[in-house]
Nanobody, 124 residues
Framework: QVQLVESGGGLVQPGGSLKLSCAASGTIFSINVMGWYRQAPGKQRDLVAVITSGGRTNYADSVKGRFTISRDNGKNTVYLQMNSLKPEDTAVYYC??????????????????WGQGTQVTVSS
């Protein structure tokens, strides 16, 4: 069982930046994928960015060039640096952990552990 604790959400003006963090604890297999998904009101939860323990990444088209995912394997922590934020980025952001080294398909949520979610609101 893996527990995930997220931090770093909040309210930011359009064009601003935020950095999310997610720390994993428990039984951590060294080969894994961590990432971020988000869910806006009335919408399904969608992939934002994922990163394998080997460093391979995948981003949603809507955030490419603005968001950067990174991780510290020694700390079992994944980060999401969000720049040039837009109102449409407003959502609850969820951290995800799954075993293996395959990049999850954007069309299906992976089986794994999920954080409790952190709210990101982009508004003036």
């Amino acid at each position: 069982q893996v527990q995930l604790v997220e931090s770093g959400g909040g309210l930011v003006q359009p064009g601003g930046s935020l950095k999310l963090s997610c720390a994993a604890s428990g039984t951590i297999f060294s080969i894994n994928v961590m990432g971020w998904y988000r869910q806006a009101p009335g919408k399904q939860r969608d992939l934002v960015a994922v990163i394998t323990s080997g460093g391979r990444t995948n981003y949603a088209d809507s955030v490419k060039g603005r968001f950067t995912i990174s991780r510290d394997n020694g700390k079992n922590t994944v980060y999401l640096q969000m720049n040039s934020l837009k109102p449409e980025d407003t959502a609850v952001y969820y951290c995800m952990f799954t075993i293996g080294d395959s990049i999850p398909s954007p069309s299906r949520e992976p089986l794994g552990s999920w954080g409790q979610g952190t709210q990101v609101t982009v508004s003036s």
